[in-house]
């Protein structure tokens, strides 16, 4: 905010004093639409309303944008100062403009700010004729020289005068904050029957006051689920009262509840029925929170409960009430499915059929599976394919059939973990079902969906004997290359072709792209917990590659946490890390204390003398250029 304040003073100060020189600066900060960015032009002008008058009223005059930043607002505040200012200076055409502006300004938050305040506190408070609309038109035409006002802006000003009270006028007060809490308190919910939890929710049945800290629904339910959290067979009992007349958001806080909750054995039965309950009262705003409820019950759920989630799920299919089918690669698909009703439910009948020991589960949905895949949404798809993977063991051909219908939509869907998922595990069993998907991937024009379609082609290579797209994507294009480093830093270690992924890696650090050996620089994430003596050798090749240096960090830590011996990699890492950073490792207070334990344990670990002199002599480089505390860590080591 100093930082702020300062460069709001100076341009003042220079636009006082040398407005010429400044303008061309000036107008940079026009083209620029931010509040804050406008609000600095405007104190410039304000330092010189004489020279800058037609400007300012012309930038007023062309976005009234500037004018609807808000009551509390400081640009609001200097906007009307500016206008205060420049009044007595600007051309009569311009002041005839300005006053047309501002006697019939409308501004949209005025009037949905009104609105809300009257539904909120209708019959509950007085009259407030600084919420009414037309407060802004009154601030700006006031701020006008009345002595060159029409007949028409005179009567006009006169009308918001009658309106509003000179408090309207007034500056705007700090913008005051504080912590919304439930309208009981915690200490107080504690000792309330049902019978007062029912009528505390019948009470704060709407929401709270927007103008004041005392929660209303949602925060009470709030409470609620904490209270359920902690004594859920209680709160069972409470659910199995509920009606329709509560707002929903008080069963929706039981079902949360449940879903955090520790149930154990014992109260599982009522539990599963305070669920049940909820569910027949068939509100739609609940389903998102039906499955999650079973989500720590899976194992155990009844199969009358599994219908009713898949009865909910198509009654919210059906409604697709809460849509989106909004297409960017920007977006987190997955993170927007679950937070629909559609995917919310259809992510939770996954859980629910990952526990399907005999099928009959999964005979229940598979009826519906592909009707859901088709879902017009792409984040809900997201969703489906979970629910399409966990019905793969027991229905194959049916799930097989939704994952064509699934895919069969824009190829930024294909990028998504949960349809990843799903395609790798199809072509774990059918791989030919899975070649035009890859073949899709690799050419497609967003970059986002190559760099995942370099990722499949690459397993599929090593684990589904499809050697020719080994070939293929080490050719293709920047993004398909950062894909296939990127999927195998990750199979490192996890799987029988680990020296086939290695190869590749090696050619790949290599890489012309500096954007592909920084995504080979995160095998050193993926070996952290692993021995290192069976990837000596290829580390020794990393350490010398260019890709090295987007892994400094993550190497050493590898080397300080193994419990291999790996003397001959720290004088390797180490030598190479003094190479590349020179004298700047002075600074890297952090690296180099980890630089002089990686030493120490070199040390002690070596019986090579010539490796015993490398490593002193790193020591010695250390001490050249001063690395903080070296002389306490080379006591250390003469001691032992």
Not at 173 to 189: L, N, R, Y
Not at 365 to 380: E, F, G, N, Y
Not at 523 to 538: D, E, M, Q, T, V
Not at 561 to 576: G, Q, S
């Amino acid at each position: 905010m100093a930082l702020y304040n300062g460069t709001a003073h100076a341009l003042a100060k220079l636009a006082s004093t040398r407005p010429e020189e400044i303008e061309p600066l000036l107008h940079k900060l026009a083209d620029d639409k931010h509040v804050s960015v406008q609000a600095l032009l405007f104190h410039a002008f304000k330092a010189n309303p004489e020279y800058f008058a037609d400007w300012a009223a012309e930038l007023i005059l062309e976005n009234h944008g500037r004018l609807q930043c808000g009551d509390a607002s400081v640009a609001n505040l200097i906007f009307r100062e500016v206008v205060q200012v420049i009044a007595p200076h600007v051309s009569s055409k311009l002041y005839e403009l300005l006053e047309d502006k501002f006697c019939d300004l409308h501004v949209a938050y005025e009037k949905e700010s009104y609105k809300a305040w009257y539904r909120a506190v209708r019959g509950k408070r007085s009259y407030k004729d600084k919420l009414l609309p037309g407060r802004t038109a009154f601030k700006f035409l006031s701020a006008l020289d009345c002595g060159r006002l029409s007949p028409l802006g005179i009567q006009r000003l006169a009308e918001y005068k009658r309106k509003f009270s000179s408090e309207v006028l007034a500056l705007p007060t700090c913008v005051t904050g504080g912590v919304v809490g439930p309208p009981i308190s915690s200490k107080a919910a504690a000792k309330m029957s049902d019978q007062q939890w029912l009528q505390a929710m019948q009470k704060y049945h709407d929401e709270q006051d927007v103008f004041s800290l005392e929660g209303g629904a949602y925060e009470l339910s709030m409470l609620l689920k904490q209270s359920v959290i902690e004594d859920p067979l209680r709160f069972a009992g409470l659910a199995m009262k509920m009606t329709l007349e509560l707002n929903f958001v008080f069963p929706s806080a039981i079902l949360w509840g449940f879903s955090e909750a520790n149930i154990s054995d014992s109260a599982k039965p009522v539990v599963f029925e305070a669920i049940r309950h909820i569910a027949n009262l068939g509100l739609g705003e609940c389903d998102k929170y039906l499955g999650w409820s079973l989500r720590h019950l899976a194992e155990d759920v009844p199969i009358d409960l599994v219908e009713k989630v898949i009865d909910r799920a198509l009654c919210s299919f059906r409604s697709k009430s809460d849509l989106s089918n909004n297409i960017s690669p920007n977006r987190d698909l997955e993170f927007e499915g679950l937070n629909t009703t559609r995917g919310s439910l259809a992510y939770s009948l996954a859980n629910l059929l990952s526990y399907d020991k005999d099928g009959i589960r999964t005979a229940k949905v598979a009826p519906h599976l592909v009707k859901w895949a088709s879902d017009p949404a792409l984040s809900v798809r997201t969703s489906v394919a979970y629910t399409v993977t966990a019905s793969l063991r027991h229905e194959p051909v049916i799930a097989s059939e939704a994952f064509e219908q699934l895919i069969d939509t824009d190829d930024i869907l294909l990028t998504t973990r949960s349809v990843e998922r799903l395609i790798l595990y199809i072509g774990n069993s059918i791989p030919e079902k899975i070649d035009p998907i890859v073949d899709r991937m690799l050419k497609s024009e967003e970059p986002k969906v190559r760099e995942a379609g370099g990722s499949i082609a690459i397993f599929a290579a090593c684990h589904w004997n499809r050697s020719q797209l080994m070939e293929r994507v080490l050719a293709a294009d920047v993004d398909i290359r950062k894909g296939v480093a990127k999927a195998c830093t990750g199979m490192i270690g996890k799987f029988q072709s680990s020296e086939l992924v290695l190869d590749v890696l090696r050619k790949l650090m290599y890489d012309k792209d500096d954007e592909v050996r920084k995504m080979v620089g995160g095998i050193c994430w993926s070996l952290r917990g692993h021995k290192l003596y069976p990837f000596a050798n290829f580390l020794k090749e990393f350490i010398e590659s260019p890709s090295y240096i987007h892994a400094i960090p993550q190497l050493l830590t590898c080397l300080e946490e193994t419990t291999d011996k790996v003397d001959d990699l720290i004088d390797l890492a180490l030598h190479r890390f003094i190479e590349i950073n020179g004298n700047d490792i002075a600074n890297m207070q952090t690296r180099s204390y980890r630089i002089l334990d990686l030493v120490i344990r070199g040390l002690a670990q070596t019986k090579d003398k010539k490796r015993t002199s490398a490593l002193l002599d790193i020591l010695d480089r250390l001490v050249e250029i001063n690395v903080f505390d070296i002389n306490e860590k080379i006591e250390r080591i003469e001691r032992h």
